[in-house]
């Protein structure tokens, strides 16, 4: 069973950066594509990047050119970096992978969730 687990979140003012890992354990991510999604308080779970096992990527329209996901098999670590930040990206973010295909912006299409790390950003 894979394990996803993003071990720090944090706060930043607006027009911080902020980098995100998620390491796998319990399978090797070689064979994973994995999302990166964000829960903010009253609003639907969304899909924000995405990097396939291939390394292609794609991302969520709200964080095009600002966002960048990348992975390290070797460590087994997929990470986001968050660059320009607004305040409008404070949600908890969460990694995602066991994806049963479909589209990638819909977590639905995700199996196996990490617990989540909440990032916060403020004026």
């Known amino acids: 069973q894979m394990r996803l687990v993003e071990p720090r979140g944090g706060s930043v003012q607006v027009r911080g950066s902020l980098t995100l890992s998620c390491t796998i354990s319990?399978?090797?991510?070689?064979?994973?594509?994995i999302a990166w999604c964000r829960k903010a308080p009253g609003k639907e779970r969304e899909g924000v990047a995405f990097?396939?096992?291939?390394?292609?990527?794609a991302y969520g329209d709200s964080v095009q050119g600002r966002f960048a996901v990348s992975r390290d098999n070797a460590k087994n670590t997929i990470s986001l970096q968050m660059n320009s930040l607004k305040s409008e990206d404070s949600a908890m973010y969460f990694c995602?992978?066991?994806?049963?295909?479909?589209?990638?912006?819909?977590?639905?299409?995700?199996?196996?969730w990490g617990q989540g790390t909440q990032v916060t950003v403020s004026s």
């Open positions: 990097i396939s096992v291939n390394y292609n990527r």
């Open positions: 319990g399978d090797t991510i070689n064979n994973h594509s």
């Open positions: 995602a992978g066991g994806w049963r295909r479909g589209r990638w912006s819909r977590p639905d299409n995700f199996n196996n």
